[in-house]
């Protein structure tokens, strides 16, 4: 959190410029101009036999400006810059962490989550539904569809429990594998990314519409964060599609959905419709079906679904470029741009010495990722050809005369004796 905020201050004020000398200096000069001016305005009786409205307004105008300084001198006092840069145990260290916690103590700190938007595509859909079409052709005309989606469908939440249980994920530096899901979560997978977290969301939703009305804390807790998780990465997906390893096809998935819910769903309930939908547009494949099972939810596969839609937010977050991070920090804190940090820390992602990709698969009755075609939009079938190679080169071996032991360098630096492999020859 601290260090976001300092990345903030960094790139969006004047934080760099009020913390060196300079800045002090005009700072000061400036607080002193102020007062001195006031006091000369005081001390002078004619201005005051002026119009009464005049200096009321000024007398207004210089507590204002007096006011904003003594708050931006506030602000630079309470900066983790300042305790960052100000010598251990000076007046002006003191100062800033004394006034950051009694700031904390009387419960005005920011907050410490992080914001999640939250966005449940069959929730908008049905409410689409139901909109007057008159209405609906109207926002369509002026092109404000997504600005009305944003307005009135998408919530912000903060839940600082979900980020210390992706950062105990990041901190294990052990993949998924011990996910007792069966061959269904391994094909979902396996499609374009945009559609497996369409499937994913569809079924996740499906999934927790058949929890019972009395639960425990326990599955009560789970069963809201696979929610908020879910529905956050569905509001990345359709808010910022920048910032998700997905192609212009995500947009449409949206359309699409909406389009059948107007049409198919007549006045069925939220758990009718997406069975509905996922019978009739999702089950066409042998292992399409939902990873979740059919069965009520208990607290191991709502374990076992926190976890999927944790490691997929940090597979995102690790794809995501940084200057996008960068950018959303001036709409505030994120909880992607948490997690790609903690990632930054750990070494891992793109930017990183380990690289996170989406799933490793041994299974031979899964197609590979990228090998399935589309076919009438939520269909998939396997290319049947190979692919068409660029460039193809022979083996080395190939090429050299009968006898003739190929060898492996290792280069280094030119003071280094070359070291000798069995292999092949690579040269520099």
């Given at each position: 959190?601290?260090?976001?905020?300092?990345?903030?201050?960094?790139?969006?004020?004047?934080?760099?410029?009020?913390?060196?000398?300079?800045?002090?200096?005009?700072?000061?000069?400036?607080?002193?101009?102020?007062?001195?001016?006031?006091?000369?305005?005081?001390?002078?009786?004619?201005?005051?036999?002026?119009?009464?409205?005049?200096?009321?307004?000024?007398?207004?105008?210089?507590?204002?400006a007096m006011f904003m300084e003594a708050y931006s001198v506030s602000m630079v006092i309470l900066s983790p810059w300042t305790r960052a840069r100000s010598k251990r145990g000076?007046?002006?260290?003191?100062?800033?962490?004394?006034?950051?916690?009694?700031?904390?103590?009387?419960?005005?700190?920011?907050?410490?989550?992080?914001?999640?938007?939250?966005?449940?595509?069959?929730?908008?859909?049905?409410?689409?539904?139901?909109?007057?079409?008159?209405?609906?052709?109207?926002?369509?005309?002026?092109?404000?569809?997504?600005?009305?989606?944003?307005?009135?469908?998408?919530?912000?939440?903060?839940?600082?429990?979900?980020?210390?249980?992706?950062?105990?994920?990041?901190?294990?530096?052990?993949?998924?594998?011990?996910?007792?899901?069966?061959?269904?979560?391994?094909?979902?997978?396996?499609?374009?990314?945009?559609?497996?977290?369409?499937?994913?969301?569809?079924?996740?939703?499906?999934?927790?519409?058949?929890?019972?009305?009395?639960?425990?804390?326990?599955?009560?807790?789970?069963?809201?964060?696979?929610?908020?998780?879910?529905?956050?990465?569905?509001?990345?997906?359709?808010?910022?599609?920048?910032?998700?390893?997905?192609?212009?096809?995500?947009?449409?998935?949206?359309?699409?959905?909406?389009?059948?819910?107007?049409?198919?769903?007549?006045?069925?309930?939220?758990?009718?419709?997406?069975?509905?939908?996922?019978?009739?547009?999702?089950?066409?494949?042998?292992?399409?079906?939902?990873?979740?099972?059919?069965?009520?939810?208990?607290?191991?596969?709502?374990?076992?679904?926190?976890?999927?839609?944790?490691?997929?937010?940090?597979?995102?977050?690790?794809?995501?470029?940084?200057?996008?991070?960068?950018?959303?920090?001036?709409?505030?804190?994120?909880?992607?741009?948490?997690?790609?940090?903690?990632?930054?820390?750990?070494?891992?992602?793109?930017?990183?010495?380990?690289?996170?990709?989406?799933?490793?698969?041994?299974?031979?009755?899964?197609?590979?990722?990228?090998?399935?075609?589309?076919?009438?939009?939520?269909?998939?079938?396997?290319?049947?050809?190979?692919?068409?190679?660029?460039?193809?080169?022979?083996?080395?071996?190939?090429?050299?005369?009968?006898?003739?032991?190929?060898?492996?360098?290792?280069?280094?630096?030119?003071?280094?004796?070359?070291?000798?492999?069995?292999?092949?020859?690579?040269?520099?």
């Amino acid at each position: 959190m601290v260090e976001l905020r300092m990345m903030y201050d960094l790139l969006y004020t004047k934080a760099m410029v009020l913390q060196s000398r300079t800045g002090r200096i005009l700072r000061c000069i400036a607080e002193i101009s102020m007062v001195v001016a006031f006091v000369l305005f005081m001390a002078n009786r004619e201005l005051h036999t002026q119009n009464g409205a005049n200096v009321v307004i000024t007398y207004t105008l210089f507590v204002g400006a007096m006011f904003m300084e003594a708050y931006s001198v506030s602000m630079v006092i309470l900066s983790p810059w300042t305790r960052a840069r100000s010598k251990r145990g000076s007046f002006l260290n003191w100062l800033s962490c004394c006034s950051a916690s009694c700031l904390s103590n009387a419960g005005m700190q920011p907050a410490a989550g992080f914001s999640m938007g939250q966005f449940n595509l069959t929730d908008y859909s049905v409410s689409e539904k139901h909109m007057p079409r008159l209405f609906s052709k109207v926002v369509g005309m002026l092109g404000l569809e997504n600005r009305w989606r944003n307005f009135w469908h998408i919530q912000n939440v903060e839940d600082k429990e979900i980020s210390l249980y992706i950062e105990g994920l990041l901190c294990s530096e052990k993949g998924s594998n011990n996910l007792e899901l069966r061959r269904e979560l391994n094909y979902a997978l396996s499609l374009p990314f945009e559609h497996a977290l369409f499937r994913l969301h569809i079924y996740t939703d499906m999934h927790l519409s058949r929890l019972g009305r009395h639960l425990g804390d326990e599955m009560e807790l789970l069963a809201s964060q696979c929610r908020k998780l879910s529905e956050y990465i569905i509001y990345l997906m359709a808010v910022h599609p920048s910032m998700l390893p997905v192609s212009n096809a995500a947009q449409d998935l949206e359309h699409h959905y909406t389009v059948w819910v107007r049409d198919h769903s007549g006045t069925m309930r939220k758990p009718d419709v997406l069975e509905s939908y996922a019978s009739e547009r999702l089950y066409n494949e042998t292992y399409s079906r939902s990873p979740f099972g059919p069965s009520p939810p208990s607290v191991s596969s709502l374990k076992a679904m926190r976890e999927v839609w944790a490691w997929l937010l940090i597979y995102v977050a690790g794809k995501c470029p940084v200057e996008l991070h960068a950018r959303q920090l001036g709409n505030g804190l994120e909880l992607l741009t948490s997690v790609w940090l903690l990632m930054v820390h750990r070494g891992l992602g793109d930017v990183g010495k380990r690289e996170v990709n989406l799933f490793e698969s041994r299974d031979p009755y899964v197609p590979k990722a990228g090998s399935l075609v589309s076919v009438n939009e939520n269909s998939w079938i396997q290319r049947r050809e190979g692919p068409l190679y660029a460039f193809e080169f022979p083996q080395e071996y190939e090429l050299r005369p009968r006898g003739e032991t190929p060898r492996l360098f290792r280069i280094g630096t030119a003071s280094e004796q070359p070291q000798e492999y069995e292999g092949m020859l690579f040269s520099g």
